[in-house]
């Protein structure tokens, strides 16, 4: 099968396997795990913070990241798509008693007047105060879209005036890092809180990181344990997250080749189905409106060829392209899913 679900289908290489065989670990519950403390403090470095906390799932760091900058009752802000609004299953609201409001931007694509054109910071006894707003890059329900520096400097500088905090949702950071060619420094300087993803584009198996500075660390660290989430000999996890840094960050330039290579044989046959100029990075949205064919049928279609795709709205098909993608993959793909796309168009 050609699993174009997600980027969190990748298999650990046999060399990430063996670098997870022979790391060195011990009970990081202790702080005594070495392989994971360095990996901490040399992704936290990475970003330009002061401390990094590992953690199970990308939703963990999520969560522990806006209960350190935002109070109960009180809210954050976030795009109406996004991961931590769309796909957390309310956990803000059950865990850490945060409200949240939402603004809508197009393929996700941040313009720092959207969230400041609704933020309320310190609105009193009467309404909910805003204190933080959150932003998700690469947006992934956008479309894999790259948010500008430009915009993401503007908020920080007017937020910082409010004092409200920013946390970014970095699970695909990576993937704007390399499209865009802005540092990782540069897009950590202007948050709160990071969170970011391993087990994405980066291939490894398991784990996120959420960075802070010393205090919210620290606190964030009880919180970790209080969920169940403190976990023991966690090195082996930490070295193939050390491998993903080590070996598969630049090649996810070839991942993004891939994407705009599917969205462009797509787009040869049905210029309104995709853009390609839409595809920034390894996200391939369709738009199958006005054809004769749903998500589901397509995607059982592609699935009957051998090709797994992920229906996301009633007539929104999304593909993803990763690391166990190669180029024979998208050659095959490119082989069958215009034609199918063809056959619906109508008559
Ligand atoms: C995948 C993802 C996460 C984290 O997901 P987990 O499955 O909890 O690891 C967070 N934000 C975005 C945008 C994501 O795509």
């Known amino acids: 099968m050609i699993d174009l679900r997600s980027d969190t289908v990748t298999k650990p290489s046999e060399t990430m396997r063996a670098a997870m065989m022979s790391a060195q670990v011990g009970d990081d519950v202790y702080g005594d795990d070495p392989t994971a403390n360095a990996l901490e403090e040399r992704v ?6 002061d401390a990094g906390l590992f953690t199970p799932t990308g939703s963990l760091a999520n969560q522990l990241a806006i209960r350190q900058l935002v109070k109960p009752g009180d809210e954050i802000l976030t795009e109406t798509f996004s991961h931590i609004v769309r796909a957390e299953l309310g956990a803000g609201a059950v865990f850490s008693g945060i409200t949240t409001r939402t603004w809508e931007a197009p393929r996700g694509i941040l313009k720092a007047a959207d969230p400041l054109h609704i933020a309320r910071p310190h609105s009193g006894p009467y309404q909910v105060s805003t204190t933080a707003i959150a932003i998700e890059n690469t947006h992934n329900f956008g479309g894999g879209t790259v948010q500008s520096i430009d915009e993401i400097r ?23 890092h390399v499209a865009s060619g802005v540092s990782f420094l540069e897009y950590g300087k202007y948050f709160d809180t990071v969170s970011i993803c391993f087990s994405k584009g980066l291939g490894a198996p398991v784990g996120s ?6 205090e919210r660390n620290i606190s964030a660290r009880q919180w970790r344990k209080r ?9 082996m996890l930490a070295a193939a997250a050390n491998y993903a840094l080590d070996n598969n960050i630049d090649r996810l330039s070839v991942d993004h080749k891939h994407a705009q290579s599917l969205a462009q044989a797509v787009h040869a046959v049905a210029d309104h189905v995709v853009n390609p100029v839409e595809v920034e990075t390894n996200i391939v949205i369709l738009n199958l409106s006005g054809l ?11 699935k009957a060829a051998g090709i797994l ?11 993803v392209t990763h690391l166990d993608i ?8 490119n082989s069958v899913l215009p034609e199918l796309i063809e056959r619906a168009l109508e008559a």
């Open 44 to 49: 936290a470095a990475l970003f330009g913070f």
């Open 326 to 333: 190669s180029d024979d993959d998208v050659a095959k793909v």
């Open 209 to 214: 990181m959420m960075l802070s500075n010393k």
């Open 227 to 235: 969920y169940g989430a403190g976990m023991r000999q966690i090195g």
């Open 309 to 319: 795709s992920s229906p996301v709205g009633p007539k929104i098909l999304r593909l």
């Open 154 to 176: 503007r908020l920080r500088d007017e937020s910082l005036k409010f004092e409200i905090f920013m946390h970014l949702d970095g699970a695909r950071i990576w993937n704007a």
């Open 292 to 302: 004769l064919t749903d998500a589901a049928d397509l995607s059982a279609s592609l």
